[in-house]
T-cell receptor, first 114, second 111 residues
Framework: GAGVSQTPSNKVTEKGKYVELRCDPI?????LYWYRQSLGQGPEFLIY????????DSGLPNDRFFAVRPEGSVSTLKIQRTERGDSAVYLC????????????FGPGTRLTVL | QKEVEQNSGPLSVPEGAIASLNCTYS??????FFWYRQYSGKSPELIMF????GDKEDGRFTAQLNKASQYVSLLIRDSQPSDSATYLC???????????FGQGTRLTINP
């Protein structure tokens, strides 16, 4: 497809479990971003990749959160020891990588931690 | 801390009228400004971006930027019920790629 895709669309897990969320970028987009959106709030930045490397991870809330992009395309956001407060929609966005370049969002993964 | 502020609304506008959405930001180093539309249960969709002071028009949408007042707005002319959504203002800062979002304004267009 032409757009950003994210899997799964919904994920329900129990407190303390480990989850992985996947993002497939638009073909050719070198920049990839993860955001988290809670109900009634705007998206909150988590981490930004340029190619394979994390260029800015200042938004990761703590060391339970980690993200990788080993081949510069698909990215996985990993959350260890999930907590109920991690429940949110996790959004992935990609861009062609220029300064202040337009970011295009995927449909998101709704994570619910019981 | 860099902040982007929007009135959360809801803002109710009659069909055919002009809807005016406002956003202020705290950091004078802000470089680029974006308006996204988000329908309930969907992801943000880019409407417009603006980099320079003044107005930028695209169809029924006009973005206005005033860097001296640290203010950006979005006008929607001839509002349609399909414009009912949450509108997110986002700002990027010099030297940074990430977007900082406001909390969004919920807009309802009444037929």
């Amino acid at each position: 497809g032409a757009g950003v895709s994210q899997t799964p669309s919904n994920k329900v897990t129990e407190k303390g479990k480990y989850v992985e969320l996947r993002c497939d970028p638009i073909s050719g987009h070198t920049a990839l971003y993860w955001y988290r959106q809670s109900l009634g709030q705007g998206p909150e930045f988590l981490i930004y990749f340029q190619g394979t490397g994390a260029a800015d991870d200042s938004g990761l809330p703590n060391d339970r959160f980690f993200a990788v992009r080993p081949e510069g395309s698909v990215s996985t956001l990993k959350i260890q020891r999930t907590e109920r407060g991690d429940s949110a929609v996790y959004l992935c966005a990609t861009s062609s990588g220029g300064v202040a370049d337009t970011q295009y969002f995927g449909p998101g993964t709704r994570l619910t931690v019981l | 801390q860099k902040e982007v502020e929007q009135n959360s609304g809801p803002l109710s506008v009659p069909e055919g009228a002009i809807a005016s959405l406002n956003c202020t930001y705290s950091d004078r180093g802000s470089q680029s400004f974006f308006w996204y539309r988000q329908y309930s249960g969907k992801s943000p969709e880019l409407i417009m971006f603006i980099y320079s002071n003044g107005d930028k028009e695209d169809g029924r949408f006009t973005a206005q930027l005033n860097k001296a007042s640290q203010y950006v707005s979005l006008l929607i002319r001839d509002s349609q019920p399909s414009d009912s959504a949450t509108y997110l203002c986002a700002v990027s800062y010099q030297g940074a790629q990430k977007l900082v979002f406001g909390q969004g304004t919920r807009l309802t267009i009444n037929p």
